[in-house]
């Protein structure tokens, strides 16, 4: 109840106020955030007690978000987009790993988190390179997991850093324009700033019109999974194969239903986001928790300034880098509603892709860090 207010109140401030120019996926995150740290709504979702809403949008209205929206995608829009993001993408990636390298030799890594450090490093490569099945992966690995009190600060610092990323890439594009030259690649389709919904994200829709978007979502959800389970390939990519396919038939891109559930489900997921934000589990680490806020502050702030400085020596678009930076720190859910919310359509589709490529890649990346460079600074 309190996240669909949220959602109304945001977009309700940002139609009616000069908060406009902040943008409903943004305002939904911070106001979230708040509530969760006042206790209006649960701080997080713990392993031995999940919050069930939260676990429930994780896992069905996130990706089910990403295939709703897709279905409104033609690929002839997308083509231009598609290098110049994968290259940024890419340096992000390496942005990251360096980052990772950087902040575990700031703060002596080896010293003040003994053995376990090198893990935790290929984990936080995984996880701002594709997203947290890379960072579980690792962390099953290592055991990381037995350790309570050092999991437990490496997902509460997670978690913040992606909220606070995901407001950065909303803000950046906006902080750095006059710094960019006016002359950009990639920016075929101008941003005039969040879509605010009055025309485009507003449908006249009939019962069988959602249910017709219900059905295609759920089935393609399903469909995914269950082909996942047999070939092994991510269900993401599969789902995202599915949409793209639908995408380009007339009668199912027209139907309307799809655009109103995607947005929404969006929305909610960024609600989560929000609330995942939790001041108190850093205060209750004691020492490792500003520790750790301050190696994951270097990892992101290291990968920003290599992303954002590759965009600029390449005179590419601002928003184009903020998407293809938030793919990595936040995965493909994260960086679609950037796209959407910095109204720019045609990275939509791209930004998903790069979420998938990296859940391909985060893995490995964090592996090869882990066993193979953290090493060397002890």
Known sequence: MVL???????????RTTWLRHVGTA??????????ANLGVVPAGSPPDAPVIVYEGIFAYLAPLSIFWLLLQVNLRDVLQAGLPMLSLFLIGAVGTAAGVVLGMWVIDGAEVLGTSYAALGGMFVGTYTGGSVNFNALALNYGVMRDGALYGGAVAVDNIMTAVWMVATLGLPRLLAPLWARSTRGSQTASSGPLLGVREDTEAVHPVDLGLAGALGFGALWGSDVLA????IPSVLLLTTFALVLAQIPAVA???????LGLFAVYLFLAVIGAFCEVAALQS???LGPTLLLFTAITVGVHGLVTYGAARLLRLDLVMTSVASQANVGGATSALALARSLGRSDLVLPAVLLGSLGLAVGTFLGFWVAEAVLPLLA
């Open 26 to 35: 943004l305002l939904v995150i911070v106001v979230t955030a708040v509530a």
């Open 285 to 287: 680490l004691g020492s």
């Open 229 to 232: 389970e047999l070939t092994g």
């Open 254 to 260: 027209r139907r309307p239903g799809a655009r109103v």
């Open 4 to 14: 669909c207010l949220i959602v109304v109140i945001s977009e309700v401030l940002v």
